[in-house]
């Protein structure tokens, strides 16, 4: 009992010394454990789960990081000679054009829409 306390405190202490967390998502470890949990369940094959899982997990992060770099090619050409990593423009980029994370254009549109004309009840012309 006494070694796994301190093995917890020991882990505790590492993981907080982790100077930066960046905001990306899963990639193999969690898609892999997921897909480990979900191939166990359905038929036993956990294995097969964890590598199809791995692999989603990498693709869905290349697909983040791909499209954060795109994010801080766009963010250099509004703002030359701006400093920073590719994550922190994209992140900057997102603040100032109302995007999400995942999504190059804003769910919002850019200028109101035009209000419905009314109809009759009776479908007649007006």
Not at 16 to 26: D, K, L
Not at 30 to 36: N, P, T, W
Not at 75 to 84: F, I, M, W
Request: charge should be positive; include cysteine.
């Amino acid at each position: 009992m006494k070694k796994l306390l301190c093995l917890t405190a020991a882990t505790m202490i590492a993981a907080s010394s982790v100077s930066v967390a960046h905001a990306e998502p899963g990639g193999c470890i969690k898609y892999g454990a997921a897909g480990a949990v979900g191939g166990h369940v359905a038929n036993h094959h956990g294995v097969l789960g964890a590598m199809g899982g791995c692999v989603t997990g990498m693709y869905v992060r290349h697909r983040y990081r791909k499209e954060a770099r795109a994010k801080a090619a766009l963010y250099d050409q509004e703002h030359p000679g701006a400093k920073g990593t590719y994550a922190e423009k994209a992140t900057a980029y997102d603040v100032e054009h109302s995007t999400q994370p995942g999504k190059m254009n804003s769910d919002t549109p850019s200028t109101p829409a035009a209000p419905a004309q009314a109809q009759p009840a009776n479908g007649a012309q007006l």
